[in-house]
């Protein structure tokens, strides 16, 4: 057993579906601090937050912060999992348990090699953190966003930040993610007018009034993406209407839709455009209809500089790999940090299993990790 495999065994043992820790932060806290770093706890309603600092000896020291989730997914039913999901177990070459793709296997990855590097390096030039919560899974309003205000009250600089998200597909290391599109949600309600389907005359059909903007913006390209981002795309998700009779004329239409935006849209010029097509198709006041909008996080870009190459450098001494560089699939803490930190990636062991009943790591792609981390660490800190 490796420390690394030690460590993540001990967190996934943590019982900590979202918001709770489980008592993660306690054991990564204790490891730590005899290292050097200072612990700010920072609770905020039911989620638990911690903030770990070690200041660098250069009086202009860089600050590197490793961000991660000790909270995560609903196990699932129990009798589906082979072992219980918050038993880690060991079993044909890999380590099974709720949290050990996403992402605790990455906090454990990146204490140890925290762990290494001063062992070598007592007195590094430059400084290094751990920013955790147990609000990631969940509604994300009283974890890393909060963390990220106070930070920023604090006058806290961070320049580099690595956030331990499942990243790699086949092998550990072979994608990061250096970017991430933002996510809008719109619920737009068109008001008609109820009646019997046999006197359309003494109606107003909310359903035909939506029909000709749904294929207007359907069929709309709102922008051609860049080299890191693929294009923006709009989604309908659900449409509610009618009464369940086949001769009434429903009164309202509710529509959710979503975008996936790149860095060549924004949450506001999308909402320009939304609101100039139900004005080009005849939906003028709010005495027609409502449209409530929720903007779940802008998109964030780090281009090919200090980070990301040490990142790439760090995975090709370790595995031999040239990494891809990418920024599909969802959204992550990443999209607040970056308000905040101008280089921020993503990088963490293959993620085939996160959310899934039977979760697992392969035991080979831990210790790659934790040297992947420490490379970086080596690259930027000392």
């Known amino acids: 057993m490796t420390a690394t ?10 019982h900590s579906p979202t918001p709770l820790d489980g008592g993660c932060m306690d054991i990564i806290t204790a490891r730590l601090i005899p290292l050097g770093f200072v612990a700010t706890h920072l609770p905020f309603e039911d989620v638990r937050n911690l903030w770990l600092k070690r200041q660098g000896t250069d009086s202009n020291a860089k600050t590197l912060v490793f961000a991660g989730h000790t909270d995560v997914v609903p196990t699932g039913p129990l009798d589906q999992w082979i072992s219980p999901p918050f038993e880690p177990t060991v079993r044909n070459d890999k380590l099974f348990g709720r949290g050990a793709s996403d992402m605790k296997t990455s906090i454990a990855a990146f204490v140890v090699a925290v762990e290494e590097f001063l062992a070598i390096n ?8 751990l920013l955790l919560t147990s609000d990631e899974e969940g509604p994300s309003i009283n974890g890393t966003v909060k963390v990220c205000e106070w930070l920023k009250t604090q006058g806290e600089k961070l320049d580099y930040c690595i956030v331990g998200e499942p990243t790699s597909i086949d092998q550990c290391g072979d994608m990061i993610k250096n970017g ?8 737009l309600t068109i008001k008609g007018v109820q ?18 903007l749904l294929a ?6 709102w922008d051609k993406g ?6 923006t795309s709009f989604q309908v998700s659900n449409i509610h209407a009618g009464t369940g009779a086949t001769n009434v004329i429903p009164g309202t239409c509710v529509v959710d839709f979503n975008f996936r935006f790149c860095t060549e849209s924004t949450s506001d010029g999308l909402q320009a455009i939304v609101a100039k097509a139900l004005q080009a198709n005849g939906l003028t006041s709010p005495a027609e209809y ?15 500089g200090t980070l990301v190459q040490a990142t790439k450098e760090a995975i090709k001494a370790e595995t031999g790999i040239d990494t891809v560089l990418s920024t599909t699939g969802g959204t992550s803490d990443g999209r607040f940090i970056s ?23 392969p035991l080979a792609d831990i210790e790659p990790l934790k040297n992947i981390y420490l490379g970086v660490i080596e690259r930027l800190v000392a």
Not at 122 to 129: R, V
Not at 226 to 231: L, S, T
């Open 5 to 14: 495999l030690d460590l993540a065994k001990a967190i996934i043992a943590c």
């Open 122 to 129: 007592p007195e590094p030039l430059h400084s290094m953190a």
């Open 180 to 187: 991430r599109r933002g996510t809008m949600s719109g619920r």
């Open 195 to 212: 009646g019997h389907i046999a006197y359309p005359q003494l109606a107003k059909n909310p359903i035909h009034l939506l029909a000709p």
């Open 216 to 221: 207007e913006l359907t069929a709309k390209e």
């Open 226 to 231: 860049n080299e890191y981002f693929p294009a």
């Open 290 to 304: 409502d449209l409530a909008w929720t903007v779940g996080g802008q998109p964030f870009l780090t281009p090919v």
């Open 339 to 361: 308000q905040i930190c101008e280089q921020v990636i993503e990088l963490g062991p293959t993620n085939a299993t996160i959310h899934k009943i039977n979760e697992y790591v």
